[in-house]
């Protein structure tokens, strides 16, 4: 059965597609739910068991206001405290040191060094840095900062090993969202005559920004959850400990990993489950910071 059509003076015809074609698309369709069930599942799961195990700790106030000092697995009472300024501490020094270098190496691969040899170069090391096991990154900081200079076991030494793990993420997706700018933009700025550090600055971040935020988060939620290089470059303490540069620091990854082989029926057990929802709720936080700041640039923008 066809169905016509008048298109500009000319009359068209449209076959309608065969019961072989229909029942392909129909199966296809069906896969791909399937397929998307099938992904979400795991994940529904994952959700609710930590959720379910772990939520009546965290609608307390004393989890976000106490720490464990003097709490033991068999005691109940104590928070997370420690763990969750420790894991914030580290997660910002972190920033701090692989944002700028992500971002300016992206904007130098893409707006500077574009289809050169040394942009192939950086690309081909950074492909190599993002395939680093966070445990070689530790051991690595761990021979260079504490065997080598001598220095201490620290948070300073633990973010310089995560920076390792976040750079490849930031730069990678720093890297894609500037490639989406338009070149037409960056011509239009550079025939009004503005130079081009200043059109990368007021053209091309701002737009690429909510891509460039996105890709911040993911590398933070990258490194939040890495226990290897804080069991080898700063020992778990059931304390508070707010200098980055000596002593020993709580973070919610090794307060899981200090927890994780308590029986069932101890307090300490749902200590465990309570600070993997921590470490959850604090990455959707990160997530939805970056959503809204991501916003907040298009509005200002307009």
């Given amino acids: 059965m066809s169905i016509s059509a008048v298109k500009d003076g000319e009359q068209l015809s449209f076959r309608r597609p065969s019961g072989i074609r229909t029942l392909t698309n129909s199966?296809?369709?069906?896969?791909?739910?399937?397929?998307?069930?099938?992904?979400?599942?795991?994940?529904?799961?994952?959700l609710y068991t930590v959720i379910s195990k772990g939520y009546r700790l965290v609608l307390t106030s004393s989890w976000w206001l106490q720490s464990q000092r003097g709490i033991t697995p068999r005691r109940e009472g104590g928070g997370a405290y420690h763990a969750i300024v420790g894991t914030i501490e580290i997660g910002l020094i972190c920033a701090l040191i692989a944002v700028p270098l992500g971002v300016l190496g992206a904007v130098f691969l893409i707006e500077y060094a574009r289809g050169t040899k040394v942009a192939r170069v950086v690309s081909f090391t950074v492909d190599i840095l993002s395939g680093i096991p966070s445990i070689v990154a530790a051991l690595f900081i761990y021979a260079l900062f504490i065997t080598v200079f001598g220095l201490g076991r620290s948070v300073i030494a633990v973010s310089c090993a995560l920076?390792?793990?976040?750079?490849?993420?930031?730069?990678?997706?720093?890297?894609?969202?500037?490639?989406?700018?338009?070149?037409?933009?960056?011509?239009?700025?550079?025939?009004?005559?503005?130079?081009?550090?200043?059109?990368?600055?007021?053209?091309?971040?701002?737009?690429?920004?909510g891509g460039i935020s996105t890709g911040v988060v993911l590398g933070l939620a990258r490194v939040m959850g890495e226990t290897a290089p804080l069991l080898i470059l700063v020992s778990y303490a059931v304390g508070i400990n707010f200098s980055p540069?000596?002593?020993?620091?709580?973070?919610?990854?090794?307060?899981?990993?200090?927890?994780?082989?308590?029986?069932?029926?101890?307090?300490?057990?749902?200590?465990?489950?309570?600070?993997?929802?921590?470490?959850?709720?604090?990455?959707?936080?990160?997530?939805?910071?970056?959503?809204?700041?991501?916003?907040?640039?298009?509005?200002?923008?307009?």
């Fill in 27 to 46: 199966l296809a369709g069906v896969y791909v739910v399937l397929a998307a069930v099938l992904a979400v599942i795991p994940l529904v799961w994952v």
């Fill in 163 to 209: 920076v390792l793990l976040m750079l490849p993420v930031v730069l990678r997706s720093t890297e894609e969202m500037l490639k989406l700018v338009p070149d037409s933009l960056r011509e239009a700025s550079y025939a009004l005559g503005v130079p081009r550090w200043k059109t990368i600055l007021r053209v091309v971040i701002p737009t690429a920004f």
């Fill in 245 to 302: 540069f000596t002593g020993t620091m709580g973070a919610l990854p090794t307060m899981i990993n200090a927890g994780r082989d308590q029986a069932p029926t101890l307090p300490g057990y749902e200590r465990v489950w309570a600070a993997a929802l921590t470490l959850i709720l604090l990455v959707m936080l990160l997530n939805l910071l970056a959503r809204v700041i991501a916003r907040a640039s298009k509005l200002k923008e307009k």
